[in-house]
C-alpha cells in the first residue's frame, strides 16, 4: 500500500518542507491535514528515520529529512512537469530525430523532395537516413533501428506493413544507335533476343522483369548485372545493352543519351511508399514526415496521364 501511494507521500513531504506547515501543505494540495500528517508518518515508517522536528504547529526537516528532500523534489517536480515536456515535443514538433532506411535509388530520385520540404517545415528535426538494401532495411525494421522505410516492395511479409504512395511507369531505355531505337512500339518479342543489364536478382526490378518475361512464354537474356540505376544508365549509354527502369530515374540529361520507351503495356508500374513493423506506434515527427509524401509534391495530379513524367497514386 505505501509503495503504491509513494508519490503521494513523496508531494505531501515537500509541501510540509517547502511552507513549514502542515496546514499549509494542505491547502496547497486540497487535502486534510490529517491526510497530510498521515502521509508524512507512513513515510518515515518506510524510511525508519524522522524526517520532521516537531515545535508546534512549525515543522523543520531533520539531517535525514533534508537528504531526503534533495533526493525527492527534482524527481517529483519532473513527473509534475510531465504532462507539460510531452504536449511540448509531441505537440510542437520543434524538435525531435526520425529514423529512416531507403535504398540508394529512392535516395537518389525520390527523398530530396521530401527531405527538402520536411527540412524547410520542420528545421530542428534530425533527420538519420540509412542507405540499406531491401533485406537489411526489413531487418533494421523489425529491429526497431528505424521508424521506417521507404522503398518499393512486391512481396511483403507478414509481419510487415506496406502504404503504397506514388506509382511509376516502367520503361525500356536504349542507346540512340540501338537496332530497337528506331520503333516507336516495342512488345516483349523484340526485346527478347537482345541483351539487358538488370540489377542483381535478390531486388525486385529484377524478379518483376523475370515475372513479365515467363508470363508471356518468352526468354531474355542478361549480359550484366549490376546494382543502381545510375549505373546502370551508365552502361546503358555506353551501348552496351537495354534495361527496364522506373520513370522516376529518368532525368533531362538523360533523354539527351538515352532512348526512352514507354513499357507500361506489359509491365506493372512500380509502387513505392511506407514500410513500418505491422503494429510499431510511429512517432509524432515520423507520422508528420510520412503526412507530407503526396504525389502533388511531384506536380502530378491523378488524372494526368504522360510517358514522360512518373505517374503517381494515392493508395491505390
Not at 14 to 31: C, E, M, P, W, Y
Not at 137 to 155: C, K
Not at 203 to 221: A, N, S
Request: aromatic share 8%; glycine share 6%.
Amino acid at each position: 500500500m505505501y509503495k503504491g501511494n509513494l508519490l503521494k507521500h513523496l508531494r505531501a513531504f515537500i509541501q510540509t518542507a517547502r511552507t513549514g506547515s502542515v496546514s499549509a501543505a494542505a491547502d496547497r494540495l486540497f487535502l486534510s491535514q490529517p491526510s497530510i500528517s498521515q502521509q508524512i508518518r507512513a513515510l518515515e515508517d518506510e524510511l525508519g528515520r524522522p524526517l520532521f522536528e516537531r515545535h508546534g504547529p512549525s515543522m523543520r526537516l531533520t539531517p535525514a529529512g533534508k537528504a531526503l528532500l534533495d533526493m525527492a523534489r527534482p524527481l517529483v517536480d519532473r513527473l509534475d512537469a510531465l504532462p507539460d515536456d510531452f504536449a511540448r515535443r509531441y505537440g510542437s514538433l520543434d524538435t525531435g530525430e526520425i529514423r529512416i532506411a531507403a535504398g540508394e535509388s529512392t535516395i537518389m530520385h525520390l527523398l530530396p523532395a521530401l527531405l527538402m520540404r520536411f527540412r524547410h517545415k520542420h528545421p530542428g528535426i534530425f533527420v538519420h537516413l540509412h542507405n540499406v538494401t531491401g533485406a537489411d532495411g526489413l531487418g533494421m525494421i523489425r529491429s526497431d533501428e528505424v521508424d521506417f522505410a521507404v522503398g518499393s516492395m512486391l512481396d511483403v511479409p507478414k509481419d510487415i506493413d506496406y502504404q503504397p504512395i506514388y506509382h511509376f511507369n516502367p520503361v525500356l531505355i536504349m542507346h540512340p544507335d540501338h537496332p530497337l531505337a528506331r520503333k516507336r512500339q516495342l512488345s516483349l518479342a523484340d526485346i527478347s533476343p537482345h541483351g539487358l543489364i538488370l540489377p542483381p536478382q535478390r531486388l525486385t526490378t529484377y524478379q518483376m522483369v523475370d515475372m513479365v518475361f515467363q508470363k508471356h512464354g518468352l526468354p531474355f537474356r542478361v549480359t550484366l548485372e549490376v546494382g543502381g540505376w545510375e549505373v546502370i544508365k551508365k552502361y546503358v549509354a555506353l551501348g552496351m545493352g537495354l534495361s527496364i527502369v522506373t520513370s522516376i530515374c529518368i532525368t533531362d540529361a538523360d533523354r539527351d543519351r538515352l532512348v526512352v520507351r514507354d513499357m507500361s503495356d506489359y509491365f506493372p508500374r512500380r509502387s513505392y511508399g511506407v514500410v513500418i513493423r505491422r503494429g510499431a506506434y510511429l512517432s509524432p515527427q515520423a507520422e508528420r514526415f510520412i503526412d507530407l509524401m503526396s504525389p502533388e509534391l511531384f506536380g502530378l495530379n491523378r488524372d494526368e496521364k504522360s510517358t514522360d513524367r512518373p505517374q503517381m497514386a494515392l493508395h491505390e
